[in-house]
Each structure stands twice: as structure tokens, then as C-alpha cells.
């Protein structure tokens, strides 16, 4: 991927943390944004995502779009 790709995440999509073995599949709950100014630029802040740990304990961390990957 070049420095201009862009990947963009949406609520639902099943991701996975970058350079972990055995990452949990994740799902995207709320991507997070702020307004810059009043022509609408938005600044990301991060992804909050949901995982089911093996006990049935749900999971929730908001990571940096640098840390995970589409599935």
C-alpha cells in the first residue's frame, strides 16, 4: 500500500489487530471524529471495536487505524 492509500473503516466491518498472532477478529462499533471547522473537515480519532473473549467476556478498545486490518 502507498503513502496515499487511504483505508477507511465503517460500523460493522470485521477487523483484526496488525502484527499479533492470533489477533481476535474484531468488529468495528463507532468511528470517531471530530469537526476541525465549519467546512465540514472531520479529524479521526480513532476506532472503538468489540471482541468476544473464549469466557463469553466482551471486549471493547479504541486503537489507531495504523493497528488494525480488515479482515
Sequence with gaps: MGYNDKVFFHTGEIVKA???RNAPEMMVSKVHKV????MDNSRLLGITCVWFMDTGEIQEHMFNTKDIEKC
Design 35 to 38: 469537526n476541525n471547522d465549519k
Design 18 to 20: 496488525k502484527r499479533l
